[in-house]
């Protein structure tokens, strides 16, 4: 695949990841939709973000912030391309190579199953289409008849493979060099998310002491003062019963019974 432009992501391919910061300029224009968007010339050679990236006339850009450049209208692309901070995934130019069968040509290698095809065995050393184009374990099948391998099943792929001619775009795994740049652009974003995350947290932490510090002065001035004195509070106490009464006086007038 292609390289991308990112400090904070490294690719296993010769992809590589690159992000401009808010004071980043691009250093290099390109071409507009629709087709591949490439750099098309740059503008400032001595931009940190050109040179820490090696950036070059004719690298493919195939993401811009996560999204499939190809598929941009050159509107949304001038908009992407301002945004900050920017993400962009880029294919450098020498890294991709087109090669292609005739009928009498037989692959002289064995691939891997898609969607991440790569040479897994050369089978025939001898073949004169393996010398040719130096092709060798770990290279990367893009595209096999113009078609994307990834969006291939396996069948579907094995069809293609069989057809002649056929066309098959590769692309070589990173160098050395590469990736040291790649593991050194890790470091320097893992540097860098550590101390924004520490900063966060001092930061979350003062404030948390603030709000105890508010909710502590809070308390204390809803205390009484000492020049203040509580009123006792006014207890009510149940009326203890009286005696029970006796039986109720009769009623209406008393007869003397005659003897």
């Known amino acids: 695949m292609g390289a991308a432009v990112q400090a904070n992501e490294a690719s296993s391919s010769a992809d590589t990841t ?4 808010k004071e980043d300029k691009l250093g290099f224009v390109t071409n507009y939709p629709p087709g591949d968007i490439k750099v098309k010339k740059i503008t400032d050679p001595n931009n940190p973000f050109v040179q820490n990236n090696g950036l070059q006339p ?4 195939l993401e811009v912030n996560g999204n499939e450049a ?6 949304t692309l001038r908009a992407e391309l301002g945004k900050r901070p920017l993400r962009l995934l880029v294919r450098p130019h020498n890294q991709e190579t087109t090669k ?3 009928k009498e040509d037989k692959l002289g290698f064995v691939p891997s199953k898609p969607p991440d095809v790569k040479v897994t065995k050369i089978s025939d050393t001898a073949n004169p289409f393996i010398q040719e184009h130096g092709i060798q374990v770990e290279d990367r099948i893009l595209e096999v008849n113009s078609s994307k391998v990834a969006t291939l099943d396996w069948d579907a792929f094995k069809s293609e493979l069989g057809k002649r001619p056929l066309r098959l775009v590769f692309a070589k795994p990173p160098t050395a060099q590469q990736q040291q740049q790649q593991q050194q652009q890790q470091q320097q974003t893992t540097a860098t998310t550590t101390a924004a995350a520490t900063a966060t947290t001092t930061s979350n932490d003062g404030n948390s002491n603030k709000n105890n510090s508010n909710d502590s002065s809070n308390s204390t001035s809803n205390q009484p003062t000492n020049h203040e004195t509580e009123k006792p509070e006014k207890t009510e106490h149940a009326e203890e019963p009286g005696p029970e009464p006796g039986p109720a006086a009769p009623t209406g007038e008393v007869h003397n019974q005659e003897t």
């Open 70 to 75: 190809s598929k941009f209208d050159k509107e």
């Open 58 to 61: 004719e690298d493919v850009i």
């Open 100 to 102: 292609e069968l005739t």
């Open 18 to 21: 690159k992000e401009a910061k």
